[in-house]
């Protein structure tokens, strides 16, 4: 049952004083995009009736089969709290949708909505929980980001050390105003990095929130006259910003990956997902890890996962068992970064996680000590694997592993190899800095 029906938003939006509704969608790299209407045109959108070139979004369609619609999904209407209160703005997420009145097969929330349904054949509910970091840097005279900032604040510092603890502090009030539950919110280890944690959610909902945050991060930022960066390395010589995952299913209201009686208290459907994610994770990381600059991250020294291996009592591997165990038992995924479309990399992630399930995909022990201590030979000899080292390799995974292009779709998987070869050729023709220092003056 919805939570809202069209009466209710048309009751809504006479009540609080909307003027403006915002129809938004995401395109295929995760990117937020809106077709905004007034009021008066609220019933023609409701009615599905809302049409936009899809043939101006990268990654959609070709100029000659352009006419896409807006389906709103009511029960992701919100009132954006930083707008003026006399004539508010308002949102709706929308689905994407062919004029003969099929799903758009490019659109990410759709592609996420055919692998949730296929957990549901199963009887299971997929519940995410994200951690989004980020940092907040100041803008230059003409308001354009720069990487500077003047704080040198730490892990869990608080003010006036942290001088972004002000404006954290408004985002956790504008996002509890839209609904959110935010159970923390603190400095990271970077200076100028933060961390802003709300609560679990079923699989659409947490990714439709993941959008939701960033577009509220960045724009209480800006009234600070800060810029929120979720680039995943923007300095070198720190560590850069993650969106670890955390996975749990349920069956019948019960998590289904608590076992009291296993020495880890986990049951045999958690194994049999946590290895249907290691089996798939290099397939997977151009979705999890999309940009040329995720894998600036993903390097030693900097907290961050590279080896493919689990854990229940340490943070070096790429999956870490939390102590909660009940109903909290879950399976955190610490290599995905908040330039993921939240969509495609939950999407992939679940049908990782159900291959596991499905064909019993065993997992290899645990690694219980320090991955990054340990010798080439003795990750040699305990057969870890590593990610991708960087995103050319990542395509090319992603182009092999057919359960990943399957849930991707041939639309997706095609256009968004052929974009991500294209950034990465791109790439590779820059002239850096750091190869002008090193080399000019030897040569």
Same mark, same amino acid.
């Given at each position: 049952?919805?939570?809202?029906?069209?009466?209710?938003?048309?009751?809504?939006? &006479?009540?609080?004083?909307?003027?403006?509704?915002?129809?938004? +969608?995401?395109?295929?790299?995760?990117?937020?995009?809106?077709?905004?209407?007034?009021?008066?045109?609220?019933?023609?959108?409701?009615?599905?009736?809302?049409?936009?070139?899809?043939?101006?979004?990268?990654? +959609? @369609?070709?100029?000659?089969?352009?006419?896409?619609?807006?389906?709103?999904?009511?029960?992701?209407?919100?009132?954006?709290?930083?707008?003026?209160?006399?004539?508010?703005?308002?949102?709706?997420?929308?689905?994407?949708?062919?004029?003969?009145?099929?799903?758009?097969?490019?659109?990410?929330?759709?592609?996420?909505?055919?692998?949730?349904? %296929?957990?549901?054949?199963?009887?299971?509910?997929?519940?995410?929980?994200?951690?989004?970091?980020?940092?907040? +840097?100041?803008?230059?005279?003409?308001?354009?980001?720069?990487?500077?900032?003047?704080?040198?604040?730490?892990? +869990?510092?608080?003010?006036?050390?942290?001088?972004?603890?002000?404006?954290?502090?408004?985002? @956790?009030?504008?996002?509890?105003?839209?609904?959110? &539950?935010? %159970?923390?919110?603190?400095?990271?280890?970077?200076?100028?990095?933060?961390?802003?944690?709300?609560?679990?959610? &079923?699989?659409?909902?947490?990714?439709?929130?993941?959008?939701?945050?960033?577009?509220?991060?960045?724009?209480?930022?800006?009234?600070?006259?800060?810029?929120?960066?979720?680039?995943?390395?923007?300095?070198?010589?720190?560590?850069?910003?993650?969106?670890?995952?955390?996975?749990?299913?349920?069956?019948?209201?019960?998590?289904?990956?608590?076992?009291?009686?296993?020495?880890?208290?986990?049951?045999?459907?958690?194994?049999?997902?946590?290895?249907?994610?290691?089996?798939?994770?290099?397939?997977? *990381?151009?979705?999890?890890?999309?940009?040329?600059?995720?894998?600036?991250?993903?390097?030693?020294?900097?907290?961050?996962?590279?080896?493919?291996?689990?854990?229940?009592?340490?943070?070096?591997?790429?999956?870490?068992?939390?102590?909660?165990?009940?109903?909290?038992?879950?399976?955190?995924?610490?290599?995905?970064?908040?330039? *993921?479309?939240?969509?495609?990399?939950?999407?992939?992630?679940?049908? *990782?996680?159900?291959?596991?399930?499905?064909?019993?995909?065993?997992?290899?022990?645990?690694?219980?000590?320090?991955?990054?201590? !340990?010798?080439?030979? &003795?990750?040699?000899?305990?057969?870890?694997?590593?990610?991708?080292?960087?995103?050319?390799?990542?395509?090319?995974?992603?182009?092999?592993?057919?359960?990943?292009?399957?849930? !991707?779709?041939?639309?997706?998987?095609?256009?968004?190899?052929?974009?991500?070869?294209?950034?990465? *050729?791109?790439?590779?023709?820059?002239?850096?800095?750091?190869?002008?220092?090193?080399?000019?003056?030897?040569?």
């Amino acid at each position: 049952m919805g939570k809202y029906t069209k009466q209710d938003i048309i009751r809504l939006v &006479e009540e609080e004083d909307v003027e403006f509704i915002r129809l938004q +969608f995401t395109d295929m790299f995760g990117t937020f995009k809106n077709v905004a209407i007034t009021k008066s045109q609220l019933g023609k959108a409701l009615d599905n009736q809302c049409m936009f070139d899809g043939s101006s979004i990268e990654g +959609f @369609v070709r100029i000659e089969e352009s006419d896409m619609y807006l389906y709103p999904d009511l029960d992701t209407f919100a009132i954006f709290p930083w707008r003026p209160q006399q004539g508010k703005v308002a949102r709706i997420i929308c689905d994407i949708y062919r004029p003969n009145g099929a799903p758009f097969e490019g659109d990410p929330r759709y592609i996420l909505k055919k692998t949730l349904a %296929e957990a549901r054949e199963m009887g299971y509910q997929f519940d995410v929980g994200p951690e989004c970091e980020f940092f907040l +840097f100041h803008t230059d005279e003409e308001g354009r980001p720069t990487t500077t900032t003047h704080e040198r604040a730490g892990y +869990f510092d608080l003010g006036p050390v942290d001088l972004g603890e002000n404006a954290r502090r408004d985002m @956790v009030l504008a996002l509890e105003e839209m609904g959110f &539950e935010i %159970e923390t919110s603190h400095h990271e280890v970077a200076p100028a990095q933060h961390e802003i944690d709300f609560r679990y959610g &079923e699989g659409l909902a947490a990714a439709d929130n993941i959008m939701t945050f960033k577009l509220a991060v960045k724009t209480i930022a800006k009234r600070f006259g800060l810029f929120a960066s979720f680039m995943p390395k923007p300095k070198h010589g720190v560590n850069g910003s993650g969106m670890h995952i955390n996975m749990s299913v349920s069956k019948d209201g019960n998590n289904i990956f608590y076992d009291s009686s296993d020495p880890w208290g986990l049951s045999q459907e958690a194994y049999f997902f946590m290895g249907g994610l290691m089996a798939h994770m290099r397939g997977m *990381a151009a979705i999890t890890n999309p940009l040329v600059n995720s894998y600036k991250r993903l390097v030693p020294g900097y907290e961050a996962p590279i080896y493919i291996a689990w854990s229940a009592t340490n943070r070096s591997p790429l999956i870490r068992i939390p102590s909660s165990r009940g109903e909290a038992t879950r399976i955190e995924l610490r290599c995905p970064d908040p330039a *993921a479309n939240p969509y495609l990399a939950l999407a992939v992630c679940l049908a *990782a996680g159900l291959d596991g399930i499905k064909n019993r995909i065993q997992p290899p022990a645990p690694i219980n000590s320090n991955i990054f201590e !340990l010798r080439k030979d &003795e990750k040699a000899a305990l057969k870890i694997a590593s990610l991708p080292v960087d995103l050319h390799e990542a395509v090319k995974e992603m182009q092999q592993d057919a359960l990943v292009c399957s849930v !991707l779709g041939t639309h997706i998987s095609e256009r968004y190899a052929k974009a991500k070869k294209a950034e990465w *050729a791109s790439y590779r023709e820059q002239v850096t800095d750091w190869e002008i220092s090193n080399y000019l003056y030897k040569i």
